[in-house]
């Protein structure tokens, strides 16, 4: 399915019409050799420790099996060192007795052999006991001593004598015993010191010593093979090697997916830095004309804190730090500026609460010291998200509660929508909860809540029939608008929203867990039924209500409901948890888990079709002209049915006869829908396939949407034709959800677990958190009347 690109094009060089595009191609690549000359040139002038860091690493590597040998011979090497040193001091020391340099009286001729065993004895004791009297240090017997001390550690405290056994005395004994070079503790006193004295490291000492030394080898080796597992360890090799993705084996070990994670993280690298040297403080970034705009006249900081998390997660303090910086420096709310009111809050309120809460729970993760405790800038996200959400709960102020779909930041002024007749979307005006709740709970500011969660009342009281809610609502009447009903645009995040308030509150709010049970039921009843060749599962829609026709199209967006499914079928546990919980499971979880893995291939299935690999914004399915109810004997496909070639065009795998994208639809916004869904399915039921799928999707990404010349990653106008067409736009979402959930994919279930966060819509993630006594459900659903509408 992914095959390595072509960027220049060479193999259709013989084509008609494709000289001047050559050409063109050729131009480019002569501007970008001198662009890379003036790097390599800039790059020449960097620090020799940079240098020199590179050279340790590249070393280090090469020697890693070796590792073990190196330290033994180390070890052996410092031994010996000692032995010589020994021996050369205590050379020199009787060298000095010999001359009567210690005893300048002594008698010049040799004692009787029989006395001098004796004699050495005696001078023995003269020399080396401690002085009885307060010492004088113009005494001569004192300068003696002096003089053997000075003797004696001459070659331990001078330089190194040179050779090999110099320099291992130099670098690898100076670690095994790092006093060698300094002076003794009392220096009045030299006879601990001297050959055999009780300065030199004694052979338990020495043995502690190497035994650290070779645990830190032992531990090292580890963290090279990945055995712990640490998300912040780092792949050997650039992502800018792209022979990596011709590669088709499968991931074996933890060390593996670690290597996987860090591609995600190089692609992140990418993805900044082009934004960051390209379009820096913009909100929109172009990558392929390397320019960037702004929505409004100072600047949102649309892309910088959609980001910011992500670059927490990551831990790329530098690029955190930098945008901290921005926030802190530039960033204005107080603007004359029409927003809309759901995109600024899951993203820009979402992003700068995110930042709050991991800079503060999670401080290891891109620490910097302005945001610790006590410091000046500790509240900096608080504050900009406090300041932000003042602006927003003008969009409240409305007749029946229902926000506007725009406020005025400047103006503080709620504004309804240009189209529609001014309703609002239905989704959107849905998919601000968890935000101001969480808010809510870290100032105390109880309107934030009751104004968020009078919305759930209003759109409840309307008693949607089997839970399903239209797609718009008008804020002056509380009431829907049109009838139109699907989980795609304007109708998905209300769902999501539903069972992640359940848990957001530690399941203090049981009655959004009962709305989400009722639509998850619509959803069985009304919108899912079977293509017709495979029996894939599907989601449709229902344009004209739920007595009108079945649809069988499904939005990119729609992806996001299996793992959302699995999310409540477990309630944030992993479903080896959830079974062995007492009175917890049952057969209606159990169908639920189903549905999503079901859902879940189909989903894969759109990026399989696809001749990039990379998923249509709306893909429909062939169904029978009698939709297959959802409750209907099934059978889904096994997962090697994606394995199926093409023979030809003309005749296609019998697979790709459900499928079907329209030209007008074929463009990928690299949406994070499916690659969300994995995640999920990973984390819950921890089936390898799902990270397997995720690694096949972000190879596709990078074989197709990443732009030459440094410019990071493009979305795609036309993604089913090689090659394909950009769109030069990169949506924040690529790195603020995309990019983040193929990192968590590939991570390690205890970074975020999810019975300890929720993420919004936007893949921030907040804390589950208590409510307190003001901070709780201020309403209750009214009795459901007959359910309308047919199956």
């Known amino acids: 399915m992914n095959r390595v690109r072509d960027p220049f094009n060479l193999h259709n060089l013989n084509r008609p019409g494709t000289t001047f595009a050559a050409i063109n191609i050729l131009r480019a690549t002569a501007t970008t050799a001198a662009v890379e000359i003036r790097d390599r040139a800039e790059k020449a002038a960097a620090s020799a420790a940079q240098q020199a860091a590179e050279l340790v690493e590249q070393a280090a590597e090469r020697t890693r099996d070796a590792v ?41 001729e040799e004692p009787p052999e029989e006395e001098e065993e004796e004699k ?166 172009h990558p392929v004309s390397k320019t960037g705009r702004n929505m409004a006249p100072k600047g949102l900081g649309w892309i910088i804190i959609d980001s910011l998390d992500t670059l927490m997660i990551m831990n790329l303090t530098s690029r955190v730090t930098h945008a901290r910086e921005w926030i ?51 509240d900096l996200y608080l504050e900009k998200a406090r300041d932000l959400a003042d602006r927003l709960m003008s969009a409240f102020d409305t007749p029946s509660g229902i926000p506007y779909a725009s406020v005025n930041l400047g103006k503080f002024q709620g504004l309804p929508s240009h189209a529609d007749n001014g309703a609002s979307s239905t989704a959107e005006a849905t998919t601000l909860q968890l935000e101001f709740k969480y808010l ?26 089997d839970g399903l809610v239209p797609i718009y609502i008008q804020p002056s009447t509380g009431h829907f608008h049109t009838q139109n009903i699907r989980l795609g645009s304007r109708g998905d995040s209300y769902y999501e929203y539903l069972i992640k308030q359940y848990l957001q509150t530690k399941k203090a709010e049981p009655i959004y867990q009962d709305m989400w049970n009722d639509a998850l039921h619509g959803i069985r009843k009304h919108l899912v039924t079977y293509t017709e060749n495979s029996g ?56 639920d888990m189903q549905l999503a893995r079901e859902l879940m291939q189909t989903c894969w299935g759109m990026y399989r079709y696809m001749a990039t690999g990379l998923a249509a914004e ?6 029978p002209s009698d939709p297959l109810p959802e409750s209907s004997t099934h059978t889904s496909p096994p997962d090697s049915i994606f394995d199926t070639p093409s023979s030809s065009p003309d005749a296609p795998a019998s697979w790709r006869k459900d499928f079907e994208v329209h030209q007008f639809d074929s463009h990928n916004l690299q949406r994070p829908e499916t690659v969300e869904s994995l995640f999920y399915m990973y984390r819950i039921t921890g089936d390898v396939k799902y990270r397997e799928w995720g690694w096949e999707m972000f190879k596709s990404f990078v074989n197709y949407t990443s732009v030459e010349d440094g410019g990071g990653f493009t979305s795609l106008s036309n993604a089913n034709v090689i090659p394909p067409v950009t769109k030069d736009n990169m949506e924040s979402f690529w790195m603020a959800e995309t990019l983040k959930y193929f990192y968590l994919l590939f991570s390690p279930e205890d970074l975020l677990p999810l019975d300890k966060v929720v993420f919004n819509t936007e893949a921030h993630p907040l804390p589950v958190f208590e409510v307190g006594r003001l901070l709780k459900t201020g309403w209750e659903r009214k009795p459901r009347t007959t359910a309308a509408g047919a199956a």
């Open 68 to 108: 073990g040998a190196v330290a033994e011979a180390a070890e052996a090497a410092a031994k010996e060192v000692e032995r010589a040193l020994d021996q050369a001091a205590f050379q020199s020391a009787s060298s000095d007795l010999e001359h009567g340099v210690l005893f300048p009286s002594a008698a010049a």
């Open 120 to 285: 050495d004895t005696e001078q023995g004791d003269m020399a080396f006991s401690i002085p009885r009297h307060v010492p004088s240090f113009t005494d001569p017997a004192r300068q003696a001593e002096d003089r053997l001390w000075a003797a004696a550690t001459r070659q331990r405290v001078g330089p190194s004598s040179g050779g090999v056994l110099g320099g291992v005395q130099d670098k690898v004994g100076g670690f095994l015993n790092p006093d060698r070079r300094s002076l003794p503790m009392y220096k009045d006193k030299p006879y601990g010191y001297g050959p055999g004295g009780a300065g030199r490291p004694r052979p338990l000492l020495r043995k502690k010593r190497v035994l650290g030394f070779l645990t830190l080898v032992v531990l090292g080796l580890l963290w090279f093979t990945g055995i712990f597992d640490d998300h912040h360890e780092r792949a050997r090799a650039k992502l800018g090697d792209w022979r990596w993705l011709s590669s088709d084996t499968k991931a074996r070990s933890k060390a593996d997916w670690a290597r996987r994670r860090e591609r995600v993280v190089e692609a992140m690298e990418l993805s900044w830095d082009a934004y960051e040297r390209y379009a820096w403080g913009y909100d929109e970034f």
């Open 328 to 378: 802190s420096k530039s960033l204005t709310w107080d603007q004359d500026q029409d927003v809309n009111t759901f995109e600024t809050t899951i993203r820009m309120l979402g992003g700068l609460l995110s930042a709050y809460y991991l800079s503060t729970e999670y401080p290891h993760l891109a620490p910097i010291t302005d945001d610790d405790v006590g410091a000046p800038g500790e």
């Open 440 to 465: 809510a709970n870290l100032t105390g500011e109880k309107d934030f809540w009751d104004r968020s969660e009078k919305v759930m009342q209003v759109l409840d009281d309307n008693q949607a029939p």
């Open 536 to 591: 894939f599962t599907i989601v449709g829609e229902r344009p004209s209500g739920l007595e009108g026709h079945l649809s069988p199209k499904m939005d990119h967006l729609v992806c996001f409901l299996p793992g959302t499914i699995a999310l409540a079928a477990t309630e944030g546990l992993s479903e080896r948890e959830a079974r062995k919980k007492p009175g917890f499971w049952n057969k209606q979880r159990e169908a």
């Open 618 to 623: 709306i893909t429909y399915f062939k169904i």
